[in-house]
């Protein structure tokens, strides 16, 4: 690290938990954020201005006026841009020495597991089933931690599958695809917009704390949030042995 770096990141490195070489490792980090709306705003910002050495944002979507309730990394200015765009000028404004990544697709197919693949931990940030589902088997494949994170109207959830792990429960071990979940999307139902600053941040958070090794990360709990009491519960989590996507991945 040199000096602007060392008094930059100096109050994560002054907590023992994180130190210079937890540092370090926050920046040498590839994480990538798959959605750059609700969710991956906040973690996004609380990523690249942690140090994050490289942060792959990932969205095919473009800024619209109902989106700047909650989706902090887009301005007024912004409206008709890539979100992608509009989120690395922001992320570069809070850090110009991140190296932001864009791709505005729908990651699907080789171009979603060529970047699970490259990256050393992936966030869910995306709001539909489909996507999910198809990232989690990406990273049961490449064996990459997920940070998992989901919002809609007043409720939050958010967990992590370390799927390092041998023993950490999957997405679909949780959420069986093809099971009739109603998918219900904030376009339609709307959404607190703190809530999605909540979720997203424990995201962030999660995130740090795996890339550097400190704390005990949400692998096997579920955290889930009732905005409108402010009470937060915790569900455990046991990986599914008849997991269509992770069962036998030992093999
Ligand atoms: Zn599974």
Same mark, same amino acid.
Request: charged share 25%; with cysteine; proline share 3%.
């Given at each position: 690290?040199?000096?602007?770096?060392?008094?930059?990141?100096?109050?994560?490195?002054?907590?023992?938990?994180?130190?210079?070489?937890?540092?370090?490792?926050?920046?040498? /980090? #590839?994480?990538?954020?798959?959605?750059?709306?609700?969710? %991956? @705003?906040?973690?996004?910002?609380?990523? *690249? $201005? !942690?140090?994050?050495?490289?942060?792959?944002?990932?969205?095919?979507?473009?800024?619209?006026?109902?989106?700047?309730?909650?989706?902090?990394?887009?301005?007024?200015?912004?409206?008709?841009?890539?979100?992608?765009?509009?989120?690395?000028?922001?992320?570069?404004?809070?850090?110009?020495? /991140? #190296?932001?990544?864009?791709?505005?697709?729908?990651?699907? %197919? @080789?171009?979603?597991?060529?970047?699970? *693949? $490259? !990256?050393?931990?992936?966030?869910?940030?995306?709001?539909?089933?489909?996507?999910?589902?198809?990232?989690?088997?990406?990273?049961?494949?490449?064996?990459?931690?997920?940070?998992?994170?989901?919002?809609?109207?007043?409720?939050?959830?958010?967990?992590?599958?370390?799927?390092?792990?041998?023993?950490?429960?999957?997405?679909?071990?949780?959420?069986?695809? %093809?099971?009739?979940?109603?998918?219900?999307?904030? $376009?339609?139902?709307?959404?607190?917009?703190?809530?999605?600053?909540?979720?997203?941040?424990?995201?962030?958070?999660?995130?740090?704390?795996?890339?550097?090794?400190?704390?005990?990360?949400?692998?096997?709990?579920?955290?889930?949030?009732?905005?409108?009491?402010?009470?937060?519960?915790?569900?455990?989590?046991?990986?599914?042995?008849?997991?269509?996507?992770? %069962?036998?991945?030992?093999?």
């Amino acid at each position: 690290m040199d000096d602007d770096q060392l008094l930059r990141y100096s109050r994560h490195i002054l907590l023992p938990e994180i130190g210079v070489e937890g540092q370090e490792a926050i920046l040498s /980090a #590839r994480v990538l954020i798959v959605g750059a709306g609700g969710l %991956g @705003s906040p973690a996004a910002m609380y990523l *690249a $201005a !942690a140090g994050v050495g490289t942060v792959v944002l990932c969205d095919d979507d473009t800024v619209d006026l109902t989106n700047l309730q909650r989706q902090i990394l887009h301005t007024a200015e912004a409206v008709g841009r890539l979100k992608v765009e509009s989120g690395r000028d922001t992320l570069l404004r809070l850090n110009p020495q /991140a #190296r932001i990544e864009t791709l505005a697709l729908r990651l699907q %197919g @080789s171009a979603l597991d060529e970047q699970v *693949a $490259a !990256a050393d931990l992936v966030l869910d940030c995306c709001d539909n089933f489909a996507t999910r589902h198809a990232i989690n088997r990406a990273c049961v494949r490449f064996r990459k931690p997920l940070v998992s994170g989901a919002a809609i109207r007043f409720d939050g959830q958010v967990s992590v599958f370390d799927l390092r792990r041998d023993d950490s429960p999957c997405y679909h071990c949780l959420f069986p695809e %093809g099971q009739d979940v109603e998918e219900v999307r904030c $376009a339609v139902m709307g959404v607190f917009a703190p809530l999605t600053g909540i979720i997203g941040t424990t995201q962030a958070a999660e995130a740090l704390k795996l890339l550097v090794g400190c704390g005990t990360s949400l692998d096997g709990r579920l955290l889930l949030l009732d905005g409108l009491a402010m009470e937060w519960r915790t569900v455990l989590l046991g990986r599914d042995p008849a997991c269509e996507v992770c %069962g036998g991945r030992e093999d």
